[in-house]
Structures are given as structure tokens and as C-alpha cells.
């Protein structure tokens, strides 16, 4: 019986680490090409409460992110956009975090807003806004980028816009590592075909 269930059990395990958004569950996505985890509300300012309609400027936007204590974690910052992508703006640009949940994650596409245009991944979240997000990235000056998930363009504006703000933290959360599931289901199996024999 273990060998019948042991390559069913293996199988689920590959095809949950080939996944490159996974839910850890109480409100984490965790992105496994960088490394991030991502709120899965990504309008949590608002539906805390702490901000009326969750828009933001710049400056707030980040003051909450790095304020913001979530599932016993206090290291929450604004997404970012890295050198390469901070020489112009435009579309298809993956290489910023938000730009790469957008386009690499979500499926969506340059033109379409986020929510008519996705994939399944899209579902792992609530609360994602037709609209502008910030990034924690300054353009300079009065200036921050910000990525519009009406469209999937990749812009800077004024730092005093109100705009969304959704908030992600370097690395993954606290989950079970699959060597110790394994080894917990294993062991469990194996308790249940001693009880099974001792019953016989």
C-alpha cells in the first residue's frame, strides 16, 4: 500500500514546488522567482482600515508599508524597480516586482487592465485595483515610479498623487519545508500500516 501512495504523494509535491506563486495561507503569497511574499489583499490599507480608500501619496504609501505588522511579520516595504528598469517607462517591463507579478505572474497583458486580462494566479489575491500602485523606487525629485495595473505601463509621476499601495516583504514566510512534510507524512503512513497489521 505505501508503495501505491508514496508516488501519488510525490507527485503532488513536485507539482506544488513547480509552481512559482504559492499560498502559504493566512493572507501570504509567496512569489518564488524573487523571493518575495506578497499580501494577498492588495488593498489591505483599505480593508484594514487604516486609509478611506486606500490611495495614497508616495510618502504615505511607504510609511505604511514599513509601519505595517502583518501575520507576526514587521519587515513589509513598497515593490521596487531595480536600475535596468528605471531608464524609461513603458510596457513588458518584468524586471521590477510589480512589473513581473503583472506580466510573469498574473498573465497580464500590455493594454488590458489586470482584471479582465489574467490568469488562475489571479485568483490567489482580493482587492486588486484598476489603477496606479507605487513602487518604493524615486524617479528623483518630485517623482516615484509606479506601475498601472489598468494597462501594465510602468511610469513615473508625482510623488503627491494619491495612488494604491500593496505591500510585499523580502522572502518567504514561515511554512512547513517539504522535507519535514514528507517526513511527518511518512511517518504518519507508516503509524497507519502498523495499525492496520496490528488489527489483522
Not at 62 to 75: E, I, V
Not at 144 to 158: E, F, S, Y
Not at 165 to 171: D, E, I, N, P, T
Amino acid at each position: 500500500m505505501l508503495f501505491k501512495i508514496l508516488p501519488l504523494f510525490l507527485l503532488a509535491l513536485s507539482g506544488n514546488v513547480q509552481a512559482n506563486l504559492i499560498d502559504r495561507g493566512n493572507g501570504f503569497i509567496f512569489d518564488q522567482d524573487l523571493n518575495i511574499t506578497w499580501l494577498a489583499d492588495a488593498n489591505y490599507a483599505q480593508t484594514s482600515g487604516y486609509d478611506l480608500d486606500g490611495k495614497m501619496t508616495w510618502s504615505e504609501a511607504n510609511n505604511w508599508a514599513s509601519s505595517l505588522t502583518y501575520g507576526g511579520y514587521s519587515d513589509w516595504r513598497l515593490p521596487t524597480t531595480p536600475p535596468e528598469d528605471i531608464v524609461s517607462s513603458g510596457f513588458n517591463k518584468t524586471s521590477s516586482e510589480m512589473g513581473h507579478l503583472f506580466y510573469s505572474e498574473l498573465g497580464g497583458v500590455a493594454g488590458s487592465s489586470i482584471t479582465t486580462t489574467h490568469n488562475a494566479n489571479y485568483d490567489l489575491f482580493t482587492n486588486i485595483q484598476s489603477d496606479f500602485y507605487w513602487s518604493a523606487t524615486s524617479f528623483g525629485g518630485p517623482d516615484a515610479w509606479a506601475l498601472n495595473m489598468n494597462d501594465g505601463n510602468q511610469l513615473h509621476g508625482p510623488k503627491n498623487f494619491e495612488s494604491n499601495a500593496w505591500a510585499v516583504r523580502s522572502g518567504d514566510v514561515s511554512a512547513v519545508p517539504v522535507p519535514a512534510a514528507f517526513w511527518l507524512f511518512c511517518s504518519g503512513l507508516m503509524g497507519l500500516i502498523g495499525i492496520r497489521r496490528s488489527a489483522q
